[in-house]
Structures are given as structure tokens and as C-alpha cells.
T-cell receptor, first 113, second 111 residues
Framework: ETGVTQSPTHLIKTRGQQVTLRCSSQ?????VSWYQQALGQGPQFIFQ???????GRGNFPPRFSGLQFPNYSSELNVNALELDDSALYLC????????????FGPGTRLLVL | AQSVTQLGSHVSVSEGALVLLRCNYS??????LFWYVQYPNQGLQLLLK??????LVKGINGFEAEFKKSETSFHLTKPSAHMSDAAEYFC?????????FGKGTRLSVIA
């Protein structure tokens, strides 16, 4: 059984660019959540996908968008990057909406210059 | 709305000493509570969780936490600190909602 994986591990972009981050869920998990962790802070919820449908969103602007695919892998897209988007982006998977335990990937560290 | 407050952004203990990391929560419904650990340049690893039942929860690596409803607390303890426990620890709350995390407590262990 493989755990949650994310790619790439590190990324450098400039303001105004667009970025796509990828996540592969743990085997058997159909729910994925994305979090942003700024330096020195706890993770903040961006959104969640359940069986390819968005199932909740945190206080993030529409330029943060996502997709979940039939194999339950997922993407986080961020358009018009801003300096404050620099953070560690974490993906977490779980086995269903009622399953509270989320299993996290190692994260993608994004630096916006 | 749910929220978590972790008292102390940095805690330092000697190797072999008691570890106590404090977490208080606010929730309008009976909460599910979690402790996660984050080692440098890594993601979050679940240490333990409380959902229902026994209020003293045992987790991995010798850690445990006690849910105290009257104090709205879920403090994390370990009887004897090891050097390998040095990391960032996050308390989180949920109940049919996304996880809401505290700001974290950095644990340093001194030899």
C-alpha cells in the first residue's frame, strides 16, 4: 500500500505566473483535501474533493482551483501568483467524508519571486 | 465555528524529561481532536486522535493525550523525551468539517 505522494517537491515561480501541483492519494481513498501552510503557521484548508466533486472550500480566492480524477489523484492550480502564495502546499487523503483521519503527503514547497 | 489555541510556540525540555504540549479548542459540537507531528521538510504524521469513547488516547512513539471537556483541552504528553521527538506539533479539531489547526508548537530536546 503506497502513501500519499506529491509532486514536485519544490518549485520557484514569479509573480503573475500559473502553477499546477499534483497529488496521488493513498490506495483506497476517495477524498482529497488541500492545505496551505505558510512559514511558521499551521495548515489552512483550501478545498476538498470527494469522488471528483468539490465538497467544501476555505477562505481562498477563485484563482485557487482544483481537480480530482477518476483514479482519485488530484491537482491544485493557482493562477496569477502573488508573493504571499509562497508556502508549503499539503495534500491529504481519506477514505470517505465520514472518515475523519486524513493522511498527509510530504508537501510541495512553492516560492514566488 | 471551530478553533484551536496552542499555548507556547516553542517548548524546550531536557532528554528524559516530561513533555507537555498544550492545546485548547473551541467547538459548538462534540469535537474530533487530533495531534500531528511535522519533522523538518516533511508532511504531517498523525500521532493520535480522539473521536468518542475513552478520553485518554494513546498514540505512536509513546505519546498520549487526554480529552477534558470541562476544560476544552486536549494536551499532549510523553513521560520521557527523546532527541528524536524534536519537531513541530500541531493540534487540530474537526467534526464533519475540514481540519482546523493550531499554529503549532516547536519542541526542542536538549541533551
Amino acid at each position: 500500500e503506497t502513501g500519499v505522494t506529491q509532486s514536485p517537491t519544490h518549485l520557484i515561480k514569479t509573480r503573475g505566473q500559473q502553477v499546477t501541483l499534483r497529488c496521488s492519494s493513498q490506495s483506497g481513498h476517495n477524498t482529497v483535501s488541500w492545505y496551505q501552510q505558510a512559514l511558521g503557521q499551521g495548515p489552512q484548508f483550501i478545498f476538498q474533493y470527494y469522488r471528483e466533486e468539490e465538497n467544501g472550500r476555505g477562505n481562498f480566492p477563485p484563482r485557487f482551483s482544483g481537480l480530482q480524477f477518476p483514479n482519485y489523484s488530484s491537482e491544485l492550480n493557482v493562477n496569477a501568483l502573488e508573493l504571499d502564495d509562497s508556502a508549503l502546499y499539503l495534500c491529504a487523503s481519506s477514505s470517505g467524508l465520514a472518515e475523519e483521519t486524513q493522511y498527509f503527503g510530504p508537501g510541495t514547497r512553492l516560492l514566488v519571486l | 465555528a471551530q478553533s484551536v489555541t496552542q499555548l507556547g510556540s516553542h517548548v524546550s525540555v531536557s532528554e528524559g524529561a516530561l513533555v507537555l504540549l498544550r492545546c485548547n479548542y473551541s467547538s459548538s459540537v462534540p469535537p474530533y481532536l487530533f495531534w500531528y507531528v511535522q519533522y523538518p521538510n516533511q508532511g504531517l504524521q498523525l500521532l493520535l486522535k480522539y473521536t468518542t469513547g475513552a478520553t485518554l488516547v494513546k498514540g505512536i512513539n509513546g505519546f498520549e493525550a487526554e480529552f477534558k471537556k470541562s476544560e476544552t483541552s486536549f494536551h499532549l504528553t510523553k513521560p520521557s523525551a527523546h532527541m528524536s521527538d524534536a519537531a513541530e506539533y500541531f493540534c487540530a479539531v474537526s467534526r464533519n468539517t475540514p481540519l482546523v489547526f493550531g499554529k503549532g508548537t516547536r519542541l526542542s530536546v536538549i541533551a
